[in-house]
């Protein structure tokens, strides 16, 4: 089998030289200000500049001073006018792409400008980065002796009208749309196979399209992929997709935290063989890749046309924003950027732990809006996560789905956490499963241990045990099925968990509650 990727492999050398690894905090305040002045400098005569005045900022305190901090909505009617056709409005030229995100607190969706800047500067230089990291640290890679399997979403759009040549889908899909030629000779699937935008016709397209390919490596969402490789082991009649796919050797993936997933992953291929890179690819921007073996953290990409700056949680006030060189490691904060798709001083909702400074490596801790602190608790997504995963190592359990909320104290009991959970493997016991996640999520929550300290604030959570491809049904009927949309999994009201407790029932005759807690609390918020 010929192995190009000893020649190839140079190209991608270039990415990992020392300069770019950012070793000490002067280095990353250099790359950061050559980032601003670049993106303020081309973006000083567009609507947005002149309204604030961008020839005039000479520093990033005077940035940080003049032009305000915004969330989608402050945005909303620029990128409408973008939609529409106009120029020169939040980064120069017209913007023709643009990829839909999740909704905002009205129920509308976002519509992120793909910019012509964002996709040369940002993404796919940010792609480049990733295969550059792995090769890195993989010296023995066949990586490009085959293919890459990559899944990606499509141009499906809730926007009414469009004006011609403007395309609004999933960011997987501009990326896919408008990928280098090149690259197709090493990509599956087809690229109309990738864009298709029904997951039911999608999903048997893309397994006949892989099954007889030499596929190296994989990328997307872990949870979507899960069902693929699922569905090709079973069409192949094999046990693991290594039977299938025996050059398989690294899964890039991103969109939601890996170790719930692991387990399942370990099942289903050959551990030996198998190895992982975690990658943090937004619809806003690529910004980080996993530079180091088995270890926390991603490298935050300085170079590729994002400005970062970190707010404190809590805090909604543009002066309390830091750049990288301020930021200390251990803490937690908002993730704020200015990016060449023309996102200025945009709050894009994810919350980063700094885990070092030299060089800059963050962790994703979750959603601004994914988190419990219905009771002081301080529930964040990647407490959550890491609970789940260890209390499925210890119990054996394994976990498909699951979202959480509060249950409010009323007259007859305090409050608690309720989890909604679709098993892949149930636990012998759910009510002994959620002992141990309730002990785990002490130990991950100092918060959560305090008010959970003699039952005096918040009872031991509970558990309502999901039908299966109740969340699926849920994403479908929210016209949010497909391989980059995801579950929220966690909520500081019932709006999410009570929408799709409404779908539990059982679709078929073979399907039985297992949990105990629906003896228990059979009004349904178990």
Same mark, same amino acid.
């Given at each position: /089998? ?43 005569d567009?609507?947005? #500049? ?8 000479g ?22 006018? /973008? ?8 980064? @120069?030229?017209?913007?023709?792409? =643009?990829?839909?995100?999740? #909704? ?17 500067? $940002? ?8 295969? &550059?990291?792995?090769? $890195? ?6 990586? =490009? ?5 990559i899944l ?32 197709n000779?090493?990509r ?5 196979? &990738? ?26 969402? @872990? ?5 693929v ?10 046990t ?13 993936h ?30 806003e ?12 953290? /991603? ?28 930021v200390?490691? #251990? ?5 704020i ?35 419990? $602190?219905? =009771?002081?608790?301080?529930? /964040?997504?990647?407490?959550?996560? $890491? ?6 190592g ?9 979202t ?12 608690r ?10 636990p012998?016991?759910?009510?002994? =499963?959620?002992?141990e996640?309730?002990?785990?999520l ?28 109740l ?11 497909? #391989? ?37 609390y ?5």
């Amino acid at each position: /089998m010929i192995n190009p990727t000893p020649l190839i492999r140079p190209w991608f050398g270039r990415r990992c030289r020392p300069d770019r690894g950012w070793t000490s905090v002067k280095s990353a305040q250099a790359a950061q200000a050559r980032t601003l002045a670049w993106l303020l400098t081309t973006a000083r005569d567009t609507a947005y #500049g002149i309204r604030h005045r961008f020839r005039e900022i000479g520093s990033y305190d005077t940035f940080r001073a003049t032009v305000p901090l915004v969330t989608y909505p402050d945005l909303r009617a620029d990128i409408e006018r /973008m939609v529409a056709g106009g120029r020169d409005i939040l980064w @120069p030229g017209r913007c023709r792409r =643009f990829a839909q995100s999740s #909704g905002t607190s009205d129920g509308k969706s976002k519509y992120i400008p793909v910019t012509d800047a964002s996709l040369r500067v $940002n993404h796919y230089a940010g792609g480049a980065d990733v295969v &550059a990291r792995y090769l $890195n640290l993989y010296p023995d890679s066949r990586l =490009f002796a085959g293919k890459s399997f990559i899944l990606g979403g499509s141009f499906a759009t809730e926007h009414a009208t469009l004006p011609p040549g403007v395309r609004i889908g999933d960011l997987s899909a501009n990326l896919i749309e408008n990928i280098n030629p090149l690259a197709n000779l090493v990509r599956i699937p087809s690229k109309e196979i &990738a864009l298709m935008s029904d997951w039911t016709r999608k999903l048997p397209a893309l397994v006949e399209a892989s099954l007889r390919e030499n596929v190296t490596n994989i990328s997307g969402v @872990p949870s979507w992929f899960l069902t693929v490789l699922r569905e090709v082991i079973r069409r192949a009649g094999a046990t693991t997709i290594h039977d299938v796919w025996p050059n398989l050797e690294v899964f890039f993936h991103g969109g939601i935290a890996f170790g719930p997933y692991r387990d399942q992953y370990r099942a289903i291929t050959d551990p030996a063989r198998m190895r992982y890179l975690e990658t943090y690819n937004a619809s806003e921007g690529f910004f980080a890749v996993q530079d180091r073996r088995d270890t926390p953290g /991603m490298l935050l990409l300085l170079d590729i046309g994002i400005f970062y700056e970190f707010l404190p949680l809590g805090s909604s006030d543009a002066l309390d924003a830091i750049p990288v060189w301020q930021v200390q490691p #251990g803490h937690t904060y908002q993730l704020i950027i200015s990016s060449c798709n023309g996102l200025w001083r945009y709050a894009i909702g994810d919350t980063v732990r700094v885990e070092s400074v030299e060089p800059l490596r963050i962790s994703i801790a979750g959603r601004t809006k994914s988190f419990i $602190n219905a =009771f002081g608790e301080e529930l /964040m997504v990647y407490n959550a996560d $890491n609970a789940l995963a260890d209390t499925c190592g210890i119990t054996g359990a394994s976990v498909a789905n699951y979202t959480a909320a509060p249950v409010y104290a009323d007259g007859a009991a305090r409050g608690r956490h309720q989890w909604l959970i679709e098993w892949n493997t149930p636990p012998a016991s759910v009510e002994a =499963f959620a002992d141990e996640l309730d002990r785990q999520l002490q130990r991950q929550n100092s918060d959560y241990q305090a008010k959970r300290t003699g039952g005096i604030f918040l009872d031991r959570l509970s558990i309502t045990t999901a039908r299966p491809g109740l969340f699926d049904d849920w994403l479908a009927s929210t016209g949010k099925l497909g #391989g980059q949309r995801k579950v929220p999994r966690l909520a500081n009201d019932r709006t999410t968990i009570e929408a799709i407790l409404k779908l539990n029932t059982p679709k078929n005759a073979e399907y039985s509650e297992p949990s105990e807690n629906s003896k228990k609390y059979p009004d349904g918020n178990s």
